[in-house]
């Protein structure tokens, strides 16, 4: 079953309105979260790092005002795209990695959730 | 920056064999990823190679080789349910989780 579960899974909305993404792990606590941006026929392009009890880490170019990150919990992180406009239009997805299976940091992959995808009209 | 170059389209025949192949040049080496996912679907997970070598699992392996920054991902005994995007990525730190993808291969099985 799913281990990171991402809600929702549609949105479709207006110009100007601010969309919150829900990102939880589902059976392990994730200290770390990512949130990915990918258009279409395009890479998934990571947008920031969320991090458990602190400020998320931006990547080079996005807007941290527009793209707020909450990581407010060992299970939670949200992601809000504020005052959205048609070219935030995109499928955002997050991941987290499990770091509670002994295995070691290196060897672990990145568990997604199902995306969410992102219509501005 | 970190470039990961793999080819945009592949076309194979059902039961055939195919190969993505993926180079890369990153500011370091931590492991190298490959995904697959379906039109509209996240990722899921199916290989992990950090050292030299192939890695079999059932019908899919991956190859690596960080003396040429090169890996390739096997699929074999093609079946439909193989056409989808396969994305190659790399972790450059050892400290963290963050991976570079390249812009994915879409694979088209044809009966």
């Known amino acids: 079953g799913a281990v990171v579960s991402q809600h929702p899974s549609w949105v479709i909305c207006k110009s100007g309105t601010s969309v919150k993404i829900e990102c939880r792990s589902l059976?392990?606590?994730?200290?770390?979260m990512f949130w990915y941006r990918q258009f279409p026929k395009q890479s998934l392009m990571l947008m920031a790092t969320s991090n458990e009890g602190s400020k998320a880490t931006y990547e080079q170019g996005v807007e941290k005002d527009k793209f707020l990150i909450n990581h407010a919990s060992l299970t939670l992180s949200t992601l809000t795209v504020t005052s959205a406009h048609p070219e935030d239009s995109s499928f955002y997805i997050c991941?987290?990695?499990?770091?509670?299976?002994?295995?070691?940091?290196?060897?672990?992959?990145?568990?997604f959730g199902d995306g969410t995808r992102l219509s501005i009209l | 920056g970190q470039n990961i170059d793999q080819p945009t389209e592949m076309t194979a025949t059902e039961g055939a064999i195919v190969q993505i192949n993926c180079t890369y040049q990153t500011s370091g080496f931590n492991g190298l990823f490959w995904y697959q996912q379906h039109a509209g679907e996240a990722p899921t997970f199916l290989s992990y190679n950090v050292l030299d070598g192939l890695e079999e699992k059932g019908r899919f392996s991956s190859f690596l080789s960080r003396s040429k920054g090169y890996s390739y991902l096997l699929l074999k005994e093609l079946q439909m349910k193989d056409s989808a995007s396969y994305l190659c990525a790399v972790r450059a730190r050892s400290n963290d989780y963050k991976l570079s993808f390249g812009a994915g291969t879409t694979v088209t099985v044809r009966a």
């Open positions: 059976d392990f606590q994730a200290t770390t």
């Open positions: 991941s987290a990695p499990n770091l509670n299976t002994g295995e070691g940091i290196s060897n672990q992959p990145q568990h």
